[in-house]
């Protein structure tokens, strides 16, 4: 995450979160779902997106993109899956949990200033672990959003322009940035 403003944004900078927190997916799934979907029993793809795909934030242009790419790769891969059902067993018992929490209590973040802890509390690592595992020990698809905000936030988008901007400004998103410390 660079924490940058987008017109401060290197092409190194862009070109790095990217490859980080978009291109790695496609280089993963290229790498195993063919096996995956030669096997009768399938597998479980997980991808880590964030709350910020759909949100978006101010200094956080080329984050956010790469985080609302991986929404809609999962979408697709779902899509995918479905259409290659009749051709590939494996596709028919293939799992795909999409993740989406809101700020995470990491390194990474930890010079994020949190907007509101009451409507945005940070989401402790481990929580969101045992979760993941928990919907891949049940054998199920699905989406992950925690906290409670990140599993409404998709409204957001369906309300007018200019409540949005209140919201916006409620919350403090974006103001979040302000502060950050890159930690490289």
Same mark, same amino acid.
């Given at each position: 995450?660079?924490? %940058?403003?987008?017109?401060?944004?290197?092409?190194?900078?862009?070109?790095?979160?990217?490859?980080?927190?978009?291109?790695?997916?496609?280089?993963?799934?290229?790498?195993?779902?063919?096996?995956?979907?030669?096997?009768?029993? !399938?597998?479980?793809?997980?991808?880590?997106?964030? #709350?910020?795909?759909?949100?978006?934030?101010?200094?956080?242009?080329?984050?956010?993109?790469?985080?609302?790419?991986?929404?809609?790769?999962?979408?697709?891969?779902?899509?995918?899956?479905?259409?290659?059902? +009749?051709? *590939?067993?494996?596709?028919?018992?293939? /799992?795909?949990?999409?993740? %989406?929490?809101?700020?995470?209590? &990491?390194?990474?973040?930890?010079?994020? *200033? &949190? $907007?509101?802890?009451?409507?945005?509390?940070?989401?402790?690592?481990? #929580?969101?672990?045992? *979760?993941?595992?928990?919907? #891949?020990? %049940?054998? /199920?698809? !699905?989406? =992950?959003?925690?906290?409670?905000?990140? /599993?409404? =936030?998709?409204?957001? !988008? #369906?309300? $007018?322009?200019?409540?949005?901007?209140?919201?916006?400004?409620?919350?403090?998103?974006?103001?979040?940035?302000?502060?950050?410390? +890159?930690?490289?």
């Amino acid at each position: 995450m660079n924490g %940058k403003s987008l017109l401060s944004l290197s092409a190194a900078e862009v070109q790095r979160n990217f490859n980080v927190n978009l291109l790695s997916h496609f280089h993963t799934l290229h790498a195993f779902l063919p096996a995956m979907l030669d096997r009768p029993e !399938g597998g479980t793809i997980v991808t880590v997106s964030s #709350v910020l795909g759909h949100l978006g934030a101010s200094h956080l242009s080329d984050y956010t993109a790469a985080k609302a790419g991986l929404i809609a790769m999962h979408t697709s891969l779902r899509a995918e899956l479905s259409s290659l059902a +009749a051709q *590939k067993s494996g596709a028919r018992q293939i /799992r795909t949990i999409l993740v %989406k929490p809101g700020q995470l209590s &990491t390194p990474l973040f930890a010079s994020v *200033k &949190t $907007p509101s802890s009451f409507f945005g509390p940070v989401v402790e690592p481990v #929580v969101l672990a045992k *979760k993941i595992v928990q919907m #891949v020990d %049940k054998g /199920r698809s !699905g989406v =992950i959003a925690e906290p409670f905000y990140a /599993r409404q =936030i998709e409204w957001l !988008g #369906v309300l $007018p322009h200019g409540l949005q901007s209140v919201a916006r400004w409620f919350s403090g998103v974006d103001k979040a940035m302000s502060g950050f410390a +890159a930690s490289r």
